[in-house]
């Protein structure tokens, strides 16, 4: 394919790609395929002579699309947003045709430096301490991580070689491996998943501190201050703490105004992980749910879940584990100017605006109960009743393939999560999804004993 | 912006991306900007209110391309190639806009799908023993991973793990930590800097194997079992060996015939990093170089080097550092079925050709030498005279503009690696490139005393 059929084919595919987008909601939702689905749709090797292009597009809807889950459906509620807009794309082509490898600053200078100004962009939008702006003192600043798995194991192994000096610098024979040896590292039980796989690739004690309902699941001082005392009394070495600013089940937050001054005095690495969350706090309402920042030592969060700059893209600070790079602060570049901060906020308000529209459609339903207070655009509620009935409920949901949700575990209750993820969804698609699940769970109720 | 000016704007972005491909040789390769240039070039925040698309376009030529290093023009012969092709382009764009995030099956069943079978395409492409592919015995099978850092990264952790519980099996008591801190792994002092770091990340030992010009620059079984014989004696646990096919700095290969053995023999993981030649073994003549590869435990190579499938895509078997990943394989089938084997082949073997003329030019000048076996598409030459006389060269080389190399160190000598990198490279650019390299080292031989 030459330039001149990648005018045409790309112009095939502006349309393609519009197309779907435009009419993705007369889409099931969740595909209906049975795991190993695809093998048998396409050859097992590789062609000799070329297919033709229009093969290849022809395969899209009989290959692809019965196994896509569709998460830019406005019936799309499960997991947590990835975002997705118009200028990211755009910016996503350009970045793919300039091609550029971003390992090192001769390498492709633009690329290295927008990425510092974005990131800049973003602190300020952020309102982050200056200490985290490239542009002021020159000491922070931030890079752009594949994924916030990737941003937690990165400050985690900045912590490790942090403690590890402070303590050779005082006591130079001690050996490493006796140190490392007893490094514990801390996260809440609500934390992710990828906090406890960072502590083992990081070779690393990670310990989880629990959080209870009546502490609306958030992490509070007193429990970890006694946590550490308790290690350091059996002569372990606290050493890093992963605070949640949004956690994945019920989106609640670790409290880092208590959390980081006892960081501080301990010489304990507070990284902060606000996936989720992060986004929402360029609106001022929600700023002072970030407010203990200038306690901690790193901080990431996913512009690509909620800030309409496609995957992947997330901010942290501190280095990388890939060496290769794309060019990916085009991607916020374009998306940030196309929006405007003011674009950006009315996103993510208009969000947990239909949260809360949510919030009170289940409410008012004397059947159900909200589980977690709904403080950004994810609602946890259930049934009143047993956790099989919610599982029934829930299995019936996705089984309808017209709107699709996941659960989550809180305090030993199955409980389903609504989070709003779609750019694209707007009331009356919250409305259809309730009504949807009101009625199931009439059927459900009639045919469970409760 | 809504679906129909994404159709107006995408079909821009379409032109723009192929009037930039299609002229790219006319631009300087390497970007005549200082550190910092960008900074000033923009504003310092964010805008509150949206700008105009016109704006933000025209921002491409004033803003981002005076600071690209113009990786795709036919003139850069630095680093290694990165792969670019109008298929993968397309590929990239549809990915972009399903915009799923494949952490598990139910995520996404075709992204998660696609990518098992594309690795195995790619597997039977190579002639990869059947362990390594999943669609036969089920045990093994291929994961598409960010970089190369991370499939090192990745393997050396499964190595950690797995000769842990070896020993654990054994020995119950024994702590985890006295094992960890004996562990040692191993590479050629010419294998890539993200190797020592993976070393470094995984928190153990890391010895480089030495290597010298009479031996090829290549690691020899004997050398490295005397290595690990001293080691063991030592109370050292030798765990790990990355062996390279084709170093970075002359495209060397280690001699896993010979290491293989050695390794399956006292339990050491052996894997394979392949990143840049790795494409070249779905020729026949190459496949050789691949030999041995039976004793692996794990083998990655990167197709966005070689193969015309744009970054970031590498194959590697095992799991993976992020949690979330993109939809890549959809730019591998678009690629495999656009081009067929034999016109990836094609490919391959013309950039072979291209550097067999330049080393051809390179030989026929008295004043040059030839500094290790040409065997793929990477000439390692040099002045015969000074260090400094070929560090002169490079420079004036690299302040013309017009051609981009970069250099390496082999047995303490400054060289100069010219490697064939762009789709588009004819047999007139080497031509070229080679009447302003001989030029240049004209002008600096009457400078400089010799």
Known sequence: MDATEFRRRGKEMVDLIADYLENIEQRPVYPNVEPGYLRSLIPQEAPEEPDTYEDVVKDIERVIMPGVTHWHSPYFYAYFPTASSFPAMLADMLSGAIGCIGFSWAASPACTELETVMMDWLGKMLKLPEEFIAGTHGQGGGVIQGTASEATLVALLAARSRTVRIIL?????????????????????????????????????????????????????????????????????????????????????????????????????????????????????????????????????????????????????????????????????????????????????????????????????????ISADVILALVCFRLKGSNEMNEVLLKRINNGKKIHLVPCQLSGQFVLRFAICARTTESRHVREAWRIISQLAEEVMQELPH
Chains 1, 2 share one sequence.
């Open 169 to 369: 610098a005082n006591d130079p024979q001690r050996p490493e491996t006796d140190i490392t040896s007893k490094l514990v590292a801390y996260a809440s039980d609500q934390a992710h998943c990828s906090v406890e796989r960072a502590g083992m690739i990081g070779g690393v004690r990670m310990k989880k501190i629990p959080t209870k309902q009546s502490n609306k699941y958030a992490v509070h001082g007193e429990t970890f201050l006694k946590m550490i005392q308790e290690d350091k009394a059996a002569g372990l070495i606290p050493f890093y703490l992963c605070a949640t600013l949004g956690t994945t089940p019920s989106c609640a937050f670790d409290r880092i105004t208590e959390l980081g001054p006892i960081c501080n005095a301990e010489q304990i690495w507070m990284h902060i992980d606000a996936a989720y969350a992060g986004s929402s706090f360029i609106c001022p309402e929600f700023r002072p749910l970030l407010n203990g920042i200038e306690f901690a030592d790193s901080f990431n969060f996913n512009p690509h879940k909620w800030l309409l700059v496609n995957f992947d893209l997330n901010e942290e600070s501190h280095w990388q584990i890939p060496l290769g790079r794309r060019f990916r602060s085009l991607k916020m570049w374009f998306v940030f100017r196309m929006y405007g901060l003011k674009g950006l906020q009315d996103y993510i308000r208009k969000h947990v605006e239909l949260a809360k529209e949510f919030e009170t459609l289940v409410r008012a339903d004397p059947r159900f109960e």
